[in-house]
């Protein structure tokens, strides 16, 4: 048995969703990479964001060296630099510079001095692949700030490690409070994403810049846990950095380069700020002028300064601020892969129309894309965007292939097969839903209507050929037209005889009652087609209808080389030999009364009853009846009154009305029951009013 539609979309979905969930799990760096830039065009959907006020930057900007000369300044300068800034009531000063040449030794002295005074400053260097001297008392330096407390049972670090360091001179690393890396490493695009907070050297973890400025403006030490896959957690206070297991904190930028409150470092060497202006604050001292800064590209700003980098880090952590990519987001992320394929297949099973399928996987893309942002947005969720989309576009592709190349195959073929005698509306429902077709043959209760010319083979031998083709087809055209619209079916054309069967090969209500309106809908063409016969010379053209409704065997029929939708059955036979009737008693259309049985009351009023007949070829009598348009109420009282006595033996009395209604009326029934009243003239001993037809 074929599986229904809802059932083959759902493994489409499901199928779609493992592909991608698969890809997902691989994590190649083509789809990684345009990962990374759909998030980046979420960042910038966003907007900016304001930092903590009490993140602040004192910029060697083009301003300080305009007024102050180039860099590297006078040691001296950098000094005042650091004097001024606890003056205006700087917490923690970090220094994204390095100092490790040393310099003429009253500046080195005088620099050293100004940072032990303050107690409060950071210094920075940087490791390297490439091989730096270090002197000894450098290591010694480097050796106290360790500052990362391992989390117990650790064995080993999984970090990348560095070869070498370049450090600050002594004096001024030994005045420092602490210190940390500011390496920046790029993703493999060249974009700045992450910030790398904790680094190897010589087998001892190392804290990044903005981590040991935040040790120190907090006065809480940061904790590391450590997997055996990497970091696990990293912890400052009761603050969780949410770092990956390399140890990376994605960055939640908040804006373009100068986001951050900034000062010229040359207004606080010159003491033009106002007083108290930096209280509290944790103030990053970097370059920012083009030349010596070093110039960054973010999902933001294509040149943003590296000291606005680690001022971005800190701000995260102050204002606890993450974007948050854990097992949870890991969890959702799956969902969603999931999830959005299944629900597509879903309602795309609904529907088979190319361009409400295109509207639906566009409102599909529609729905997660605003989840995703929404999710972001609100809730600082870095989920992934491309990812989903692989599932919901591959769910979409694989419904409209299978629509394409299977369903769209199968349309074609059952629209071939049943367009030319099934009506256009049927022939949608079929290739609507195919599983209420059944092509084997089943029995089925049908109502069967045969039509037939009357004397056509004297109006064949009055026409030439081609007028006779041209006539036949004229008639045939309309009178098929109206039985399709009437949702019949046209099984086949036998010469000028037609046969259409109703109920079949779908299911539909009121099968005998569309039959019976089938019949005069061919009576009332038959008047149009015999206007336009006249007019081109053509002889005009009577036609029987019979109507039988019954059991029958249905469905297609002959070989794998040709076959045929048909009927077949005592049904059938019936039908025809109601339709031969028609030429004995003069009438237009002839119904069983399983037909008549059937019909809803009083909807046909020009029904009358005919006669009790024992067609060739049935041992059982059936009633028949005459369906007309409309009938004289009073003919047909008077008919039955006349056929009472027929049946009863009393064929003079019967005689006399059936003779008076056929010169009254001009009603051919009457006039032939009038004349088979002279030929029994007697009533058989066996005599039951039942009148057995000797041809077909």
Excluded at 4 to 22: D, E, K, N, P
Excluded at 135 to 159: C, D, M, N, Y
Aim: glycine share 8%; proline share 6%.
């Amino acid at each position: 048995m074929r599986p229904s539609r809802a059932l083959i979309f759902l493994g489409i979905g499901v199928l779609s969703a493992a592909i991608a969930l698969a890809l997902y799990a691989g994590r190649t760096e083509f789809l990684t990479a345009i990962d990374l830039k759909l998030r980046d065009v979420r960042l910038r959907l966003r907007g900016d964001l304001r930092p903590p006020e009490n993140v602040v930057i004192a910029a060697i900007d083009s301003k300080s060296i305009n007024e102050l000369g180039r860099w590297p300044w006078d040691r001296r300068v950098t000094a005042k630099l650091i004097e001024r800034l606890s003056l205006y009531g700087a917490k923690t000063t970090a220094l994204d510079i390095v100092f490790s040449e040393p310099s003429q030794s009253q500046e080195d002295m005088a620099l050293a001095k100004a940072i032990r005074k303050s107690g409060n400053v950071v210094a920075g260097y940087f490791f390297r692949h490439e091989e730096e001297a270090v002197a000894e008392p450098e290591l010694i330096q480097l050796s106290k700030i360790k500052v990362l407390r391992i989390g117990e049972g650790v064995t080993g670090v999984p970090f990348e490690s560095y070869p070498y360091v370049e450090m600050n001179i002594p004096p001024v690393a030994g005045a420092a409070s602490s210190a940390g890396f500011f390496n920046i490493v790029p993703d493999g695009d060249g974009i700045v994403r992450q910030a790398v907070q904790v680094m190897l050297y010589d087998g001892d973890v190392y804290p990044s810049l903005p981590l040991a400025a935040l040790r120190h403006y907090m006065g809480a030490e940061p904790v590391l846990d450590i997997a055996p896959y990497g970091a696990e957690r990293l912890l400052i206070g009761d603050t969780l950095i949410p770092v990956d297991e390399s140890g990376r904190l994605t960055l939640n930028y908040y804006g373009k380069g100068g986001a951050f409150r900034t000062v010229p470092a040359v207004d606080v060497i010159k003491g033009r700020l106002l007083p108290g202006a930096l209280d509290g604050a944790l103030v990053f001292v970097g370059p920012s002028e083009i030349g010596i800064a070093d110039l960054r590209p973010t999902p933001l700003d294509p040149v943003s300064p590296g000291v606005e980098i680690h001022a971005t880090v800190a701000a995260n952590v102050i204002g606890k601020r993450f974007l948050i990519r854990d097992g949870r987001v890991l969890m959702l992320e799956i969902l969603f892969i999931a999830l959005f394929p299944l629900a597509l297949t879903s309602a795309l099973s609904l529907f088979r129309k190319t361009l409400t399928a295109l509207a639906l996987f566009a409102v599909t893309l529609g729905l997660y894309t605003g989840l995703n942002f929404l999710l972001f947005n609100k809730f600082l969720l870095n989920t992934s965007v491309v990812f989903p989309f692989i599932s919901i576009s591959l769910s979409y592709l694989g419904s409209e292939a299978y629509r394409n190349f299977v369903e769209e195959r199968q349309s074609r073929f059952l629209k071939k097969a049943f367009s030319s005698y099934v009506s256009p509306e049927l022939v949608g429902e079929i290739i609507k839903d195919p599983d209420k077709l059944k092509l084997g043959g089943e029995k089925r209760l049908i109502t069967v209507l045969f039509s037939d010319i009357r004397g056509f083979t004297t109006i064949s031998e009055r026409l030439a050929p081609e007028n006779l083709v041209l006539l036949l087809n004229q008639y045939l055209g309309p009178m098929t037209d109206v039985i399709l619209s009437r949702k019949g079916t046209l099984d086949k054309y036998i010469g000028d005889a037609i046969m259409a069967i109703f109920n079949a090969p779908l299911l539909i209500k009121d099968h005998p009652a569309l039959a019976c309106s089938t019949a005069l809908d061919m009576s009332k063409k038959l008047k149009g087609l015999n206007e336009g016969f006249r007019a081109k010379g053509f002889p005009e053209i009577n036609i029987g209808i019979g109507i039988n409704t019954g059991d029958a065997i249905v469905g297609n029929m002959g070989t794998d080389i040709r076959f045929d939708f048909t009927a077949i059955g005592d049904t059938v036979n019936l039908a025809s030999r109601l339709e031969g009737l028609c030429k004995l008693y003069g009438t237009r259309t002839i119904v069983s009364e399983s037909t008549v049985s059937a019909l809803p009351p009083d909807v046909f009023p020009g029904l009358r009853e005919l006669d009790l007949i024992k067609v060739k070829g049935k041992d059982k009598p059936v009633v028949i009846y005459e369906l007309l348009e409309e009938i004289d109420p009073a003919l047909r009282e008077r008919f039955a009154s006349a056929l009472r006595l027929y049946r009863e033996g009393r064929f003079k009395e019967a005689r006399e009305i059936f003779n008076a209604l056929g010169d009254e009326y001009k009603d051919n029934p009457s006039r032939m029951f009038a004349s088979r009243c002279d030929e029994i003239k007697q009533a058989p001993p066996d005599w039951a009013g039942v009148y057995e037809a000797k041809a077909k």
